[in-house]
Nanobody, 127 residues
Framework: QVQLVESGGGSVQAGGSLRLSCAAS????????MGWFRQAPGKEREGVAA????????YYAATVNGRFTLSRDNAKNTVHLQMNSLKPEDTAMYYC????????????????????WGQGTQVTVSS
């Protein structure tokens, strides 16, 4: 069974940076997509970024494109989300998830397609 643990959240001022990490346990099968979602109070959980472990393709929401960058440490089975130039509207609980058995393309931003989720890490950006 897959277990995901997020870390790296915190409070920063606008323009600052944070690096989130998602550590995954070993599991049977193939994880084809590692993604990050966020959810602000009163809003739906939305896709932020995702990486295809099969092709290496990366996907970013328009709201974070150019500011957030994904990376993956295969040896440590960990995915990182480097967040730069943070804005107050980036404030949310950030979750990592995995898609198993399907390609990342076309489904990375669909939360219903993710098979496993972490517990989340809070990111707060003040003006």
């Amino acid at each position: 069974q897959v277990q995901l643990v997020e870390s790296g959240g915190g409070s920063v001022q606008a323009g600052g940076s944070l690096r989130l990490s998602c550590a995954a346990s070993a599991y049977t099968g193939s994880s084809n997509c590692m993604g990050w979602f966020r959810q602000a109070p009163g809003k739906e959980r939305e896709g932020v970024a995702a990486l295809s472990t099969k092709t290496g393709a990366e996907y970013y929401a328009a709201t974070v494109n150019g500011r957030f960058t994904l990376s993956r440490d295969n040896a440590k089975n960990t995915v990182h989300l480097q967040m730069n130039s943070l804005k107050p509207e980036d404030t949310a609980m950030y979750y990592c998830g995995t898609v198993v058995g399907t390609s990342c393309a076309g489904v990375w931003s669909l939360r219903s397609r993710y098979n496993y989720w972490g517990q989340g890490t809070q990111v707060t950006v003040s003006s």
